[in-house]
């Protein structure tokens, strides 16, 4: 089991920066590999970025990809997500997941912080 503690959210202007964390717990290992996932109102759920515990490989959507860094502290078994430039389409919950890296789906969640950019 992993357990998953986001904060950081808030609502903020078109073009500030916020700073998610995720705070993990559990059955950490080498092999996992936290995501972030965001949903906007009436949309289906979106992967925003991604990064493997042990190597800290990242990967991001197209839609993030200038704008946002994901960075990982082993030490506070902490994942952040810095997101610089928003924009209203950004506005979202934003949750926190984690599989393994054999797996091609997540299988444990955080509850979720809201984000929302005014314009």
């Known amino acids: 089991q992993v357990q998953l503690v986001e904060s950081g959210g808030g609502l903020v202007q078109a073009g500030d920066s916020l700073r998610l964390s995720c705070a993990a717990s559990?059955?950490?290992?080498?092999?996992?590999?936290i995501g972030w996932v965001r949903q906007a109102p009436g949309k289906e759920r979106e992967f925003v970025a991604a990064?493997?515990?042990?190597?800290?490989?990242?990967e991001y959507t197209d839609s993030v990809k200038r704008r946002c860094t994901i960075s990982r502290d082993t030490a506070k078994n902490t994942v952040y997500l810095q997101m610089n430039s928003l924009k209203p389409e950004d506005t979202a919950v934003y949750y926190c997941a984690a599989r393994s890296a054999d797996e091609s789906e997540y299988s444990y969640w955080g509850q979720g912080t809201q984000v929302a950019v005014s314009s």
């Open positions: 990064i493997t515990w042990s190597l800290g490989s990242t």
């Open positions: 559990g059955r950490i290992s080498s092999s996992t590999v």
